[in-house]
């Protein structure tokens, strides 16, 4: 009866699995914080792909962590067409070809050895605009590695518009955008700064949204279709599903979940300790985040929920 009158269903098609390739390693490198995780190499990143579409994902987001000394001011190797993010989009296109939507994070912080998301100002600030010249540069060199879809995440205003222009430049109209639209400045992302090895030093409260806040949410959705998304994204999900459920409401365009590396954390560490169900809760965390209205929902947990819902 219950499974008759459910008024939310979990599919595998829902899902999408964000995967990190790590340049120099011959062994995957697993991520303590995130168990179960790992820093791929380009050949089990092909793996993981091939089991995503096995299972029925439908998509892979995908983030590069380079060599730590190829790291620098303007995160140079995000735009190289030989750096790791571009060569392990090209691997898995070449792997999975159309079988899965790929994805790439579109940011500097992973190739900046500060660990900001843009470039800096001779103050140390974040300077918006040199950073969207960096966005769109990267947005072409991803293209053309093979990404379906850019996620450009380093909430720079006026990004979204930016990195359109600069793939129809190109004659790029056919690669989407997933716009990072509510973005919050989160103490959730800590697992992530691990699995991407990132220098930050302090916070990106100067350009994420402040958790106390919808209204500035809803400003940068108005924004982001305005510049050109074909897709809007709320992050982390778990802490605000309240924001999710008002972007679904108020938009036409498909509206995606990111569950972050610290929701993904907090319920493998209580399942290790004995103190929760862990399938159960991995179930009712997605199945929540899709109540609240998010269609696609990009979580760590992909491969393994998509085979469980089968
Ligand atoms: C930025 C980016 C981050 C995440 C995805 N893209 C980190 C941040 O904004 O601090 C976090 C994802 C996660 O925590 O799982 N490139």
Redesign the pocket.
Known sequence: MRRMVAETRLHPADLIL?AFVRESISEPVAISAMPGVYQHTLDSLRKAAVEAVEAGVSGIML?GVPDEAKKDAAGTVGTDPDGILQVALRAVREEVGDDLVVMS?L?L??FTDHGH?GVLDADGRVDNDATLERYAEMAQVQADAGAHVVGP??MMDGQIGVVRDALDGIGREDVSILAYTA?YSSA??G???E??GSS?KGD?KTY?QDPANTRESMRELALDLEEGADMVMV?PAGPYLDILAKVAESVDVPVAA?Q???E?AMIEAAAEKGWIERDRAIMESLTGIKRAGAQMILT?WATEAARALR
Do not use: H, N
């Open positions: 964000p983030f994070d940011c912080d992973e998301c995440s380093g973005k959730f992302y697992p992530f700064r699995a991407v930050l990106r994420q992050k990111y972050i590396s610290g993904y760590y």
